[in-house]
């Protein structure tokens, strides 16, 4: 039994949720998000808030019950609150700048590397050493902040590279004598 899918969904003040068959919609402050469910979960509206469920007992349908819940949820903090996810940049001559639509980033390689912000997506460089990307969709959010990342991800010895802010890296011993 998921103890996730279990709860309610409550809309928000200032946001305008509806649902069109298997398919979620939501406007707020922020913009306008949408999430068709599965066909294995329902899902219903009344007294101002989402409740989701699954349709059987199979397996599938279980497994899907939480993950539709926790969408519907993260559309309705999108358009209210957005999401943001910071990287910081550790190492010597490593920074980053967003120059319009593209983050111009030096990560010892011979030449900058150039990452086009994708559309609905915010990055700001508030020092060159860190990133803040933001924007109302959580997985879009999460991806660019991945897909940075993995252009020079933080090495295991003296920390180099991008990383995630607060991520604890593992940190080896170098060779002995």
Do not use: C
């Amino acid at each position: 039994m998921s103890r996730i899918g279990k709860k309610p969904v409550a809309v928000p003040a200032g946001v305008t949720a509806s649902l069109d068959g298997q398919t979620v919609k939501a406007k707020g402050p922020k913009g306008e998000l949408f999430f068709t469910i599965p066909d294995l979960i329902s899902v219903e509206f009344k007294d101002g808030a989402f409740k989701v469920d699954p349709k059987d007992d199979s397996k599938a349908a279980r497994s899907q019950w939480g993950m539709s819940r926790t969408m519907v949820s993260n559309i309705l903090v999108g358009v209210t609150q957005g999401f943001e996810k910071r990287l910081e940049i550790n190492g010597v001559g490593y920074k980053a700048a967003v120059a319009g639509k593209v983050v111009k980033l030096s990560l010892g390689y011979s030449h900058d590397v150039d990452y086009p912000i994708p559309e609905g997506i915010t990055v700001v460089t508030p020092k060159p050493t860190e990133i803040v990307v933001s924007g109302i969709d959580k997985q879009k959010v999460g991806q660019v902040a991945a897909e940075i990342r993995e252009y020079r991800g933080p090495e295991p010895y003296k920390g180099k590279g991008v990383k995630y802010a607060g991520e604890f890296i593992f940190r080896k011993e170098g060779k002995k004598k």
